[in-house]
């Protein structure tokens, strides 16, 4: 149908709308990566990852990957890539100025993940009718007719397990970044020195924008201290912050089938950027409340579905209790204070080396 004279046809003002939501979305990525760092993804991986994540619920939000690395555009650091430097400092001298505490907190999270492991390895060879002979048990071969006198040793499950750490960025966490950097840093430490590989990442959402910052991936093993570059802003989609997360894992899966996803939060899911209109609730409605819970607990089922165990450390208010219930069930740690964060986290990754030798 042509369009009446001096206006537009259908067809031409969708594609201006389409156009002018294109442009919209590549000043966005560039906003978030002048704030955060230059994305890690290539363009044909960033688009099929938003392909991908960006449904349903979250239709027209943008996603960007990151290590933290300084953009490549030449231009003055932003206020906000500068206040992110500024964190980094404070992070690091709040390690410093725990520095005993916090290695003894290493040592002792290390010992009790060992422990764990030793007692999954500690019955790890069967009586069997070949392999290695027991001299041991030879005699019981000539006097009991007993066949079963060799040794096979099972295989070591423990390398199918590595840990995914997710971090909630949003400012929320404003007032405990120290804290929380040091936190993080400690688990992975612990896990680094237990040789199970381990991914840190954080999230937060800024203009519809999540953001996904990778501080270190499963083959880093000196790789902890970027940790220290944890800094809090914007809000929180946890739900396509775990959509996001769980296609990583299907992009770089590392180097073990089983995965553990821990995620720290507040079951507090909140953005800027409404749920669009669909057939099931025609106005849309706020990210946020009975709305948000809803969502990222669908979205712990579909990684779940997906072979991927989640487990959550809880930092929220008592008010927000049901909705963490909700969203993680009974797989989930509560703490009072950031400093328990370490040692739930690591109670939860004892709990998943157990049911390995199940």
Known sequence: QAAPEGGVGLRSLGRRIFGWREARKDEIRKYAAACFGKSMLTPAELADAERTCCTGHHRGCVLHFTRGEAPENGEAPTREWEQIQEQTERNRAYFQAHLAQNRLEIQRLAQQLQNTILLLQEDGSLRCRAGRVNPALAWRAPSLGDGRVFDRQQPNTLGDLIVDILLDASASQNRRQEQLATQGYILAEALTRCAIPVRVLSYCSVSGCTVLREY???????????????????????????????????????????????????????????????AENPLGCGYEDAAGVADTAAQVRALQRMGIRVSAVFMGEDSSAGAAAQIYGKNMARIRGMDQLARAAGRLIQNEIRELGD
Do not use: C, K, M
């Open 216 to 278: 270190r991936d499963y083959r880093e093993n000196q790789g902890n201290n970027r940790i220290f570059e944890f800094a809090a802003a914007g809000w929180n989609r946890d739900g396509l912050a775990l959509r996001a997360a769980g296609d990583l894992l299907q992009y770089a899966p590392g180097p073990a089938p089983r995965h553990l996803l821990i995620v720290l939060t507040d079951a507090s899911p909140n953005d800027s950027r409404r749920i669009p209109p669909s």
